[in-house]
């Protein structure tokens, strides 16, 4: 694989000279065109060490205009980096639709360092290869243009560059003695790396192997492509929006004539009602006051007490609320705090993005705000917006909110897999009981804010909302994330349950954690 990149390549000074100023002009040109795009552009950068990688990335940097890049280089994660997902620190730092992020040391460094050190084995090392691949392809179905360089160096090659950044004396800080002893481990690290290509080099981004002894040529080089393949995602973009503006122009083949009017009255052809997971639900039951305050009080105070064990063993806890408007989630989220410590919680209600969400893949403002170790975090609606009103609504198309649902379920893997207790609650109302809080609500001053016209608009595609939900449950309630149907006409069962769920899952983790 690597052979190609072991020719001694060069590309002559003097012709360097000749074509830089050229591929300065060129690349601002590609930025000023990409700003109006909904595209954004990341560049990963890896190989082997002394091949080029941050020269490279300072270069492009120097020849770019650098507000609308974003550039990172990762190191050992930080202890606030450590207390979420690894992935964490890499949705954070995507660059927004039109804009190109450059990354160095980015989500291959890890798995391929623990390879090569033996610290996983083969198929674990495929399964985290696996995981680069999925996020890759959300990223790029998304929109995003996906370029990936492995800088290479032949082994005498690249003991050659490492001496000489040695001799050098504004550059001898760059090696140290885990560079030479990666150069130990050459064949060990080409091998890794051999594989990582392999398996990851698909569809929407390929890996480009560059040779990196001579820097004239690896630049140039690493330019050109990065010219090739942005212009040729805007001219296809562009191409594309013109054939859809000409299938929207009206013309004699596809105009619906008019039927006439014979006076009968022949109403839509609609399928039965087919059953749901909503509606095997029992919403008949009741809770009476005395019995809710003691249930109240008992698992208020489990909560409290798995809690603070909870956060003196860091582990985190993340509660998913969605539900019809009007169904409590509210009260329910208000009932749980009550038994927390203020500083140990956050709570966070999502609507529509806003515009810095909107240049960003859909997850990345839920990334984002994932809490600290030992933190619990309540979100008040969520990625489920994806697949329930982005779905109905329109804002989505089928192929968008359809690829969603194993989206959804490889981020929600990764949160448990950090140890992240996940519950998610989807609580239930009747169309009846709904319009009687809305009645109520029209009706008290204080909560008058909180009914809307979308809120009695939703009302009429009840149907259509509920088979997004059975969807969503049959798609993404999973072993290590399932959903808890919650019955919500009576507000008093539906908290007890929510608390009763909340403290048995917390339990388990506490229980589970040594």
Known sequence: MFEVAELGRKIPKREYRQREPEMRQALLEMQRQLLGSEAPVIVVFAGVDGAGKGETVNLLNAWMDPRWLVTRAYTEPSQEERERPEYWRYWRDLPPRGQIGLFLSSWYSRPILDRVYGRISVAEFDEQLERIVAFERALALDGAIILKFWMHLSRNAQKKR????????????????????????????????????????????????????????????????????????????????????????????????????????????????LPTVLSTLDMTSKLGKAEYRTALQKHQGRLSRLQRAAHGKQISTLVVFEGWDAAGKGGCIRRCTAALDARQYQVIPFAAPTDEERARHYLWRFWRDLGRAGRVTFYDRSWYGRVLVERVEGFASEEEWSRAYSEIVSFEEQLVEHGIVLVKFWLHITPEEQLKRFHEREETPWKRWKLTDEDWRNREKWSLYEQAVNDMVSHTSTSMAPWTLVEGDDKRTARVKVLRTLADRLEVAVKDTK
Request: glycine letters at 4%.
């Open 162 to 273: 490492l001496k000489s950044l040695e001799k050098d004396p504004l550059l001898s800080w760059r090696v140290s003695k885990d560079d030479w002893k990666h150069w130990e481990m050459y064949a060990d690290f080409v091998g890794a790396a051999e594989r990582a290509i392999m398996k990851t080099s698909r569809g929407r981004a390929l890996w480009h192997i560059v040779e990196g002894e001579d820097s004239s040529y690896r630049c140039l080089t690493v330019g050109q492509r990065l010219l090739k393949d942005v212009r040729r995602h805007l001219d296809l973009r562009q191409a594309t929006h013109a054939v859809a503006e000409q299938l929207r122009q009206p013309s004699v083949e596809n105009t619906v004539l008019p039927v006439p009017d014979n006076g009968e009255d022949t109403p839509p052809v609609r399928r039965p009602d």
